[in-house]
Structures are given as C-alpha cells and as structure tokens.
C-alpha cells in the first residue's frame, strides 16, 4: 500500500491501480448499461479511474512533502483528497435520480456511482484485496439481488389523475371503487376550474400486490362527467 510500488516501479504500480479501477468500473457500469441506466458503462468506468487518480495523487503529496517536519508551516492530511471525493461524487449520483410523482427512479444507479467511487479509491490506495472483494459484492447485488423482486412482497404507488364535470359525489365514488379494489389513498389533492367548470383530483394510491391501473382506469371511465385519466 503506502510507499509499496510493483518490481520497483512506481509507474507499473500506477499502471496496475489504475487498470484494476478501469475493470472494476467497467463492470459495474456494464451490468448499469444492460438494464439501460442513464449512468452506464463509460459513467462509471470514469468515476472509478478519477477516484483512483486521486488517491493516488494524495498518496503522491504525502510522498513528495512528507520530509517536511513539523517545524514548518506545510500541513499535509492525504485523507482530505478522499474526503472530498465522497463529497464530490454525492453531486453526481443526485443527476441520476429522478423523481416521478411517488416514483422515485435512480436510487440504485446513484448508489453504484457511490460505490464504484470507493472501488475507485480502494485500488489507488493499492488495497486490492479490499477493491476485489468489494467489486465482488457490488456486482452480486446488482446482478442477483434483483431477481429477489418478485418473490418479495411490497406496496406499489400509483399516481392517479381525474379530470372531470364539476359536480357533487364524485369523490365519494371514486373512493367506494378504491374500497371496493382494497385500495388505500395516501394522499390527495384537487383544484376547482371554474371557468372550464371542471373538477380535478390527484391521488397517491397503495396497491397492495397487482397492478390496477388499467383495471381501475375502464372502471373510473363509468362514472358521471369523467373527461381525462392519468395514471403512472
């Protein structure tokens, strides 16, 4: 690790941290690419060899400016390098995420971005053992953990807009279908237009095991007034 370089060679050493935090990158960011992730196999190949670069520029001031004692006014913190990076990389990983309705979308690539970064950091320190294993890791919960998704049991959100004639009971009706299906409403909105004379609604819907969007859409379509339907 620190002061260790490869047969003698300080630009082998380099060569080989930073290949090993390119493979590693590259094969997270394939598995991002695969499934059609904003922040793919480049992205994160990237992230990886710029967090590797770093290190190992924080390796290389404590390196070039440790014979400095502490008689001098120089203060040098090779940790401060890292540091910065985990700051650094939480500005990218909150680009990939992106919020629709009660949707959330990109937490996992965001946290793939994170993650390769300290892959990154691992192999510039020279812990290879460390950088393996956690590639390792990495790669198993992306790759296997998500098949895990339809054997676990877990609310989904539906995001459901009316539009409608302004009139009484509607609302009253749409929540004796959503009792009817065993739907829970965990928020709602409206707004009245009274010059088009329309009324709107905006509901956050827990479903609690199928999708019922298209079922619960042919049935809201029944009702008095309905004019538009959205859900997502």
Request: net charge neutral; with cysteine.
């Amino acid at each position: 690790m620190f002061f260790e370089t490869l047969m003698g060679s300080i630009e082998l050493d380099i060569l080989i941290k930073l290949l090993l935090a390119a493979l590693a990158g590259g094969l997270v960011g394939l598995e991002r690419e695969k499934h059609g992730r904003p922040a793919g196999l480049r992205t994160n190949l990237l992230v990886s060899v710029g967090s590797c670069v770093m290190m190992i520029i924080s390796e290389a001031f404590y390196i070039k400016y440790g014979i400095f004692d502490a008689e001098t006014t120089l203060r040098l913190d090779p940790s401060r390098g890292a540091a910065q990076i985990v700051t650094g990389i939480g500005f990218l990983g909150a680009g990939v995420i992106l919020k629709e309705g009660a949707s959330v979308r990109g937490l996992t690539t965001a946290a793939s971005l994170w993650a390769v970064a300290g892959l990154g950091m691992a192999f510039g320190m020279g812990f290879f053992s460390l950088g393996v294993i956690a590639t390792v890791l990495v790669l198993i919960s992306l790759m296997f953990l998500k098949k895990l998704d339809p054997i676990l049991k877990k609310d989904r959100f539906l995001t459901l807009t009316v539009t409608a004639v302004n009139r009484e009971g509607l609302l009253e009706e749409l929540k004796e279908l959503f009792v009817a299906r065993k739907l829970e409403i965990s928020d709602i909105s409206s707004n009245v237009d009274l010059v088009e004379n329309e009324l709107f609604y905006q509901m956050v819907i827990i479903q609690q095991e199928k999708r019922v969007g298209h079922e619960l859409t042919s049935a809201i379509k029944q009702l008095e007034g309905i004019k538009k339907i959205h859900y997502h």
